[in-house]
Nanobody
Framework: QVQLAQSGGGLVQPGGSLRLSCAAS????????MGWYRQAPGKQRELVAQ???????NYVGSVKGRFTISRDNAKNTVYLQMNSLKPEDTAVYYC?????????WGQGTQVTVSS
């Protein structure tokens, strides 16, 4: 079993920045990917950014140039630095880790961008 502990998020004004963190623990043998998804009210959950082990990174087009995903392998932790935030970034953000083909999810954290 894999446990994910998310931190970060909150309320920020447009143009501001936030940083999300997600630490994985438990039965971690090989992490295939670590990433972040988000779900806004009335919308489907979407991939925001992902790091594929040995395969680079992926971003949804709307966050390219504003968000940066990074990973600390020693700590099994993934980060999402979000800059130049916009109201349309408002959503619940979920950490995702793929281990041996199984998706594990964090508890979710609210990010609200509003003046």
């Amino acid at each position: 079993q894999v446990q994910l502990a998310q931190s970060g998020g909150g309320l920020v004004q447009p143009g501001g920045s936030l940083r999300l963190s997600c630490a994985a623990s438990g039965s971690i043998f090989t992490i295939a990917a670590m990433g972040w998804y988000r779900q806004a009210p009335g919308k489907q959950r979407e991939l925001v950014a992902q790091i594929i082990t040995g395969g680079g990174t992926n971003y949804v087009g709307s966050v390219k140039g504003r968000f940066t995903i990074s990973r600390d392998n020693a700590k099994n932790t993934v980060y999402l630095q979000m800059n130049s935030l916009k109201p349309e970034d408002t959503a619940v953000y979920y950490c995702n880790v793929v281990v041996v083909g199984i998706n594990y999810w964090g508890q979710g954290t609210q990010v609200t961008v509003s003046s």
